[in-house]
């Protein structure tokens, strides 16, 4: 059974870095073609891709986040990682990481979902 | 790339049928067959429902059963048959894009009157 983990601040500084680790078990991120993604979700708003990226460090990333975000994978601790730097308050979102089943390349959709982790951007 | 479009709320009487519409356009929606679509309870992650227009994920497709969606231009819609209670939640659809990117709707409430 996969299952998704998101772990990091949930307080942030306007202007910093928010940084997100999402440690993965019930498989392994190394034996897989999957792709593994970010996404998320202002407080009562919908929700918003932020980026995927495989274990190959194949990515691809929102166009009007792209500049702000870094996503990387640590096939050694089974995790994979965000970063979004220059942080403002549109930013406070439940972040959410997520996986789709299909292993035969990027897919746009997600059947696998991590329970979230709130992060609040404010001095 | 703009957010697809949903009505903000939806509501149904037990044991009829609602359809929900999600408005995109030819660049996404219209251009491909790649049209999901997720059910979220309060404080609870988004479940993928249906992909690739009308699929019901395997392992779910008995409990997702009462769940149909389609596609006609740029409009996809999602039709939830013989309402239940517990049916009520948010409902977001998503398309690909194009250049390997996704994007979501703004989402739909659903009540269950």
Known sequence: QLRLQESGPGLVKPSETLSLTCTVSGASISSTSHFWGWVRQPPGKGLEWIASINSSWSTFYNPSLKSRVTVSVDTSKNQFSLKLTSVTAADTAIYYCARPDYSGGWYPSFDYWGQGILVTVSS | ?113
């Open chain 2, 1 to 113: 790339q703009s957010a697809l479009t949903q009505p903000p709320a939806a509501s149904g009487s037990s044991g009829q049928s609602v359809t929900i519409s999600c408005i995109g356009t030819s660049s996404d929606v219209g251009g491909y067959n790649f049209v999901s679509w997720y059910q979220q309870h309060p404080g609870k992650a988004p479940q993928l429902i249906l992909y690739e227009v009308d699929k019901l994920p395997s392992g779910l497709r008995d409990r997702l059963s009462r769940f149909t969606g389609s596609k006609s231009g740029n409009t996809a819609s999602l039709t939830v048959h013989g309402l239940q209670a517990e049916d009520e939640a948010d409902y977001y659809c998503s398309s690909y894009a194009g250049g390997n990117t996704v994007i979501f709707g703004g989402g739909t409430k659903l009540t269950v009157l």
